[in-house]
């Protein structure tokens, strides 16, 4: 008895996690550019960056993981402006970035900064993943 209801509590565990949270102002069947990217670890690809380990995390209920191998982590809030454009806050700037649909693996975002139009190129990341030993200067 005790063994089915622990089997029970856990199958309404797992059904409960399932999925993600739907977004209350988009149709499930409603299809836009920027969709499938979200709950999903993205990786910049290293010989692009520069910089090993430079990650985006982008949580469908408004929280931005973002992180790296050289530098702590950061939480932010971002949000969809429309069905091909995102936004965050860093350091209190508006980050503005045009986001077009996953596809083989690959999620393009471009950056709208101030000094003109940036491409960050970000691919699946696969598990595990281990930062490099990064040289303390």
Sequence with gaps: MLLAAAALTLAMASAACSGAP???????????SGAGFENRVWMQDDAASGRPGVMRV???GGSLIM???????RLAAWRRIDADTIAWDEDGVEIVAGV???EDGRL??????RGGEETMA????AA???CPDVPKE
Excluded: R, V
């Excluded at 739907?22 to 836009?32: E, L, P, T, V, Y």
């Design 22 to 32: 739907q977004d209350a102002g988009q149709d499930a069947g409603q299809a836009d």
């Design 58 to 60: 982008f949580l469908s």
């Design 67 to 73: 992180d790296s191998c050289w530098e702590t982590y």
């Design 100 to 102: 077009a649909a996953p």
């Design 108 to 113: 393009m975002l471009t950056l709208k900064l």
């Design 122 to 125: 970000l691919g699946e990341a």
């Design 128 to 130: 595990p993943y281990l």
